[in-house]
């Protein structure tokens, strides 16, 4: 079989060129070898919603330590005249070389913390910023929204049918394994279902429908050959006039004689919270009170929440559109910012300061922690810097409060958890991939035991703490406060 460019393409160039042109900038420099630290977060959650869903990092894993650059690849390089040959020559063995630290794939986030970390080299810790952003922001992106369009579905299973709407097929593809990481129960993409593992399932089209010279002959049709699966869509002429007689005839004509149910029927025009009641009665007054009704159109968790409070008898939601592109706010914002730079044997953390107050990052190398009340909720994060003694919870901690910090702020009768764990040691990979069900559960739980139910409501959410240690905070404060003298004697 010919190998099509979407195998032959080497996903390590996905990179921006910058990258690239700073790298071969970097060569010259004495202190190249030296390590740095850069932090990827993002600055406020899809939807105005209270959280997010950190995903993707299995692909950030499997790019990592693949990363080469082959004989065209530098050949093309070459051709922009831009990098010297001794750059070229360095790229020609080039892998990874230095340490990655993250959030576990699926746990719950907050703007303004480091969710992944990487701590390389110069020129390594460069040139992976482009593939890192680009994986943590679509999947996160689309996990967060899945996550939100399950929580409108109130227990009702909500399916991926994204693929033919998504930007392409890797949007479609991996989209749908985060809209799996999220709480879909599955989605109707085959490869996806192939690649990760994902539940496969799927009704019919309008097409079948209207290929048949009847609606009944298709309907017909298609039971015979799957007696056990068979969901009939009843929307192409008349749902109640037509569509749904015609359903209930082939479960009474065709299947049960098999001995089979008919497992369902979908609706996918009209006002489904109307239709889906109408529908439900009468398939009920047929005595298939088992046959489920599937429901589609340009859903997504606000239009699923107003169906749901209209009564709407809906027992599985498809949704494709506005979930697998995150329609009402299709960008995650996830950003890589250096955090601190050794130099001489000295770690020098590193601040962006900007007008803007939550533009300004937050520097050095860093740890943080979820903190938990004594029902296990997560009152808030904290961060500390990264050499700080580990946290002693039999004792009360002080803590400061970045948006009151005048305030004397401790947390009592609480635990902590460390968010980030290493998962890639110089260019390899310590960590085992973690099978996407465990991934979908821990998300789940998280959910359900962990947050505030203020951090999940869809209006006006709580928002979550982020707090300091005191002497993070006080470096940071220091930092500021020398770049502002630094400022001022330049002017
Ligand atoms: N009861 C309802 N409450 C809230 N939103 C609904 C309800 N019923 C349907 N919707 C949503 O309203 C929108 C209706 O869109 P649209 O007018 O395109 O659908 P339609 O009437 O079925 O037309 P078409 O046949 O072209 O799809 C969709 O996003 C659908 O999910
Ligand atoms: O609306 P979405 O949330 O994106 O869900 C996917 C849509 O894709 C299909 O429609 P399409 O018109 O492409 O094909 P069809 O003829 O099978 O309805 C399906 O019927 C849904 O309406
Ligand atoms: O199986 C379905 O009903 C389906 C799948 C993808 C898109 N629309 C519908």
């Given at each position: 079989?010919?190998?099509?460019?979407?195998?032959?393409?080497?996903?390590?160039?996905?990179?921006?060129?910058?990258?690239?042109?700073?790298?071969?900038?970097?060569?010259?420099?004495?202190?190249?070898?030296?390590?740095?630290?850069?932090?990827?977060?993002?600055?406020?959650?899809?939807?105005?919603?209270?959280?997010?869903?950190?995903?993707?990092?299995?692909?950030?894993?499997?790019?990592?330590?693949?990363?080469?650059?082959?004989?065209?690849?530098?050949?093309?390089?070459?051709?922009?005249?831009?990098?010297?040959?001794?750059?070229?020559?360095?790229?020609?063995?080039?892998?990874?070389?230095?340490?990655?630290f993250a959030f576990k794939e699926g746990t719950i986030m907050y703007p303004n913390e480091p969710i992944l970390t990487v701590h390389a080299p110069l020129i390594d810790a460069q040139l992976v910023e482009t593939a890192i952003l680009a994986e943590i922001n679509h999947q996160?992106?689309?996990?967060?929204?899945?996550?939100?369009?399950?929580?409108?579905?109130?227990?009702?299973?909500?399916?991926?049918?994204?693929?033919?709407?998504?930007?392409?097929?890797?949007?479609?593809?991996?989209?749908?394994?985060?809209?799996?990481?999220?709480?879909?129960?599955?989605?109707?993409?085959?490869?996806?279902?192939?690649?990760?593992?994902?539940?496969?399932?799927?009704?019919?089209a309008h097409s079948w429908v209207m290929y048949q010279e009847d609606e009944y002959t298709a309907f017909k049709k298609f039971a015979e050959m799957y007696p056990d699966d068979s969901i009939l869509l009843i929307d192409t002429y008349d749902v109640l006039n037509s569509g749904v007689p015609n359903a209930i005839r082939v479960a009474k004509e065709v299947l049960e004689p098999m001995g089979k149910r008919l497992k369902g029927v979908r609706l996918d025009s009209g006002d489904l919270a109307y239709l889906s009641r109408k529908v439900r009665q009468k398939l009920d007054e047929a005595g298939l009170e088992d046959a489920i009704i599937v429901a589609s159109n340009s859903?997504?968790?606000?239009?699923?929440?107003?169906?749901?409070?209209?009564?709407?008898?809906?027992d599985s939601y498809g949704v494709g559109e506005r979930l697998i592109t995150s329609k009402s706010d299709p960008v995650f914002g996830a950003v890589y910012k250096m955090a601190e730079a050794e130099k001489d044997g000295q770690r020098i953390p590193k601040i962006k300061i900007s007008e803007t107050v939550e533009k300004i990052t937050n520097p050095g190398r860093k740890k943080v922690y979820r903190v938990y009340d004594e029902e296990g909720k997560a009152v808030a994060d904290l961060l500390t810097k990264y050499d700080e003694k580990p946290i002693d919870t039999s004792k009360r901690y002080r803590y400061v409060d970045s948006k009151k910090p005048w305030k004397n702020m401790h947390y009592e009768h609480y635990s902590v958890k460390?968010?980030?764990?290493?998962?890639?040691?110089?260019?390899?990979?310590?960590?085992?991939?973690?099978?996407?069900?465990?991934?979908?559960?821990?998300?789940?739980?998280?959910?359900?035991?962990?947050i505030w139910d203020s951090e999940l409501r869809f209006d006006n959410p709580h928002e979550h703490y982020l707090d300091m240690s005191p002497s993070y905070y006080e470096m940071k404060m220091d930092l500021l406060y020398k770049s502002q003298k630094n400022n001022e004697e330049e002017d």
């Open positions: 079989m010919n190998k099509t460019i979407y195998d032959k393409r080497n996903i390590s160039m996905m990179m921006d060129l910058y990258e690239l042109t700073m790298a071969n900038g970097y060569m010259s420099e004495k202190d190249r070898n030296d390590y740095v630290t850069f932090d990827v977060f993002y600055r406020k959650n899809p939807d105005i919603g209270g959280y997010a869903i950190f995903a993707g990092l299995e692909q950030v894993i499997e790019y990592i330590e693949q990363m080469h650059f082959d004989q065209d690849d530098i050949d093309y390089l070459r051709s922009l005249h831009l990098f010297s040959e001794e750059f070229l020559e360095y790229l020609k063995t080039y892998h990874f070389k230095g340490d990655i996160s992106l689309i996990a967060t929204k899945a996550s939100r369009i399950v929580r409108a579905a109130r227990g009702r299973a909500v399916s991926d049918f994204g693929a033919r709407r998504a930007h392409n097929m890797d949007a479609a593809v991996y989209g749908a394994r985060a809209a799996y990481i999220g709480g879909c129960v599955g989605t109707a993409t085959v490869l996806a279902g192939q690649m990760f593992d994902i539940p496969v399932s799927g009704t019919m859903l997504d968790e606000y239009t699923i929440n107003s169906i749901m409070d209209q009564g709407g008898c809906i460390e968010l980030q764990h290493q998962v890639i040691k110089a260019g390899k990979r310590v960590t085992n991939p973690v099978p996407l069900k465990e991934i979908r559960q821990y998300v789940a739980d998280q959910i359900h035991n962990e």
